[in-house]
């Protein structure tokens, strides 16, 4: 299976791994009330009810189904409702309708849960031969992923109400501002190694280790700040087409976009949304919740752009990162001699390069063994409830 390495010692690491990663999810869980569970405003949001029982429907689908004879599924219509886009696999509810679902209820899905997680503790037990530990190393880092999505998909529902509810106060470090550094990085042009490279898990997508030839190129050393993004705010950057791709300022005007998501403006004060409430916004802080298009709007502003995938990798050891995803003007395609595996893990990736943008770094929600160099998201260029940021780039400075 392309991409997947299974970790060292892995019977007894991988055991731990899992109650480990199925407890965090439960941690996430617990502020909220079953009323939380089902809401679903946007249809690239799914409710936490579907996050829950998705993942979970993972590793009795591709693992249990497949590894241990004579498995019996707890519920042959859970199939349907938690597939997520696997064809290979079959139908499945729309996307769009994973909030109309008030059956099967929260008791049930989490009864589906521990049912999963029991069959699970007792498989991994036992001898697994190398596609197992493969899937099982998979299903870990996918649910690893779908709690990052569950905290963004969960603050964005608790953001259409108008009370503007608390999910956990202090929860994540949304105004956590970086330590200043001014100006910019400077790299020689040269050929340069992009790509994975070791015996650690990486998703499919980031192998294909390959060679890449830069010009001269400057990043800047920081992320762009809320008070900085401000200043583009002030100045009618989202009135003055000349800043905007041609699908960007037709997004800002069909959707009255006039500033990040999550901003309120309130007399003449700034606030935003956060898990932690409204909050006023920290001029400090890096900007957050962009869109593709936002972030080369204020690029070309300022008279710069947006470093591509592989000037950011290259120069990824020399700027810290981790706070915001960051937009990068590469579109995502596969790295040369890119394979999709057999079957339905083959769709897990390889069928979504096409018209979406390449993120790099972390956020402050990605799990730590998620935040990596090569670690390529991705998203189309409109979207922005993800904890999405920028960073500068131009030509070497001379």
């Known amino acids: 299976m392309q991409g997947i390495h299974p970790q060292k010692s892995f019977n007894e690491e991988s055991g731990q791994s899992y109650t ?3 407890a965090y999810t439960q941690e996430l869980c617990e502020p909220l009330e079953i009323e939380d569970y089902i809401p679903q405003p946007s249809a690239e949001v799914s409710p936490p009810k579907w996050n829950i029982a998705h ?11 497949k590894f241990v004879p004579g ?8 199939g349907f409702l938690f597939n997520s886009y696997y064809n290979t696999i079959g ?13 099967p209820t929260v008791k049930d899905v989490f009864a589906y849960r521990k049912y999963v997680d029991e069959k699970m503790n007792e498989f991994l037990k036992g001898d697994l031969s190398e596609d197992a530990r493969e ?20 603050k964005y529902t608790l953001s259409t109400n108008p009370l503007f509810p608390v999910y956990k106060d202090n929860f994540l470090p949304e105004e956590a501002c970086e330590t200043k550094v001014d100006g910019f990085v400077e790299f020689e ?12 898990f990486c998703f499919d997508n980031e192998l294909g280790r390959h060679k890449v030839y830069l010009h001269d190129f400057a990043l800047r050393k920081q ?3 809320n008070g900085e993004y401000l200043e583009f705010v002030a100045d009618g950057g989202y009135s003055d087409f000349r800043f905007w791709h041609s699908e960007g300022w037709d997004w800002v005007n069909q959707n009255n976009i006039a500033a990040p998501l999550y901003w309120h403006k309130n007399d003449d004060s700034w606030f935003h949304y956060t898990l932690g409430g409204m909050r006023k916004l920290s001029p400090e802080a890096p900007v957050c919740h962009i869109s593709f298009y936002e972030a080369a709007a204020f690029a070309e502003w300022k008279g710069m752009r947006l470093p591509t995938e592989f000037e950011w990798e290259a120069a990824s050891g020399k700027f810290k990162w981790g706070k915001r995803w960051e937009w990068t003007q590469s579109a995502y395609l596969p790295y040369p001699n890119f394979k999709k595996a057999a079957g339905a893990v083959g769709e897990y990736n390889g069928k979504f390069m096409i018209n979406q943008m390449v993120l790099r770094g972390a956020s402050l929600a990605t799990p730590a063994n998620h935040s990596r160099s090569t670690y390529r998201n991705f998203f189309h260029p409109h979207l922005r409830w993800q904890f999405t940021g920028l960073r500068l780039c131009q030509n070497r400075l001379l």
Do not use: A
């Open 189 to 200: 042009g040269g050929i340069y190694e992009i790509g994975y490279s070791g015996d650690g």
């Open 91 to 103: 139908e499945r509810t729309s996307r769009d309708n994973r909030g109309d679902l008030s059956r």
């Open 71 to 78: 498995y019996k599924i707890f519920n042959e219509n859970f």
């Open 55 to 65: 993942t979970t429907w993972f590793y009795e689908e591709m693992i249990l189904k």
């Open 20 to 22: 480990s990663v199925r």
């Open 135 to 154: 899937l099982v190393t998979l299903g870990l880092n996918h649910e690893q992923q779908h709690q990052e999505l569950l905290l963004t998909d969960l």
């Open 223 to 225: 992320l762009i700040t």
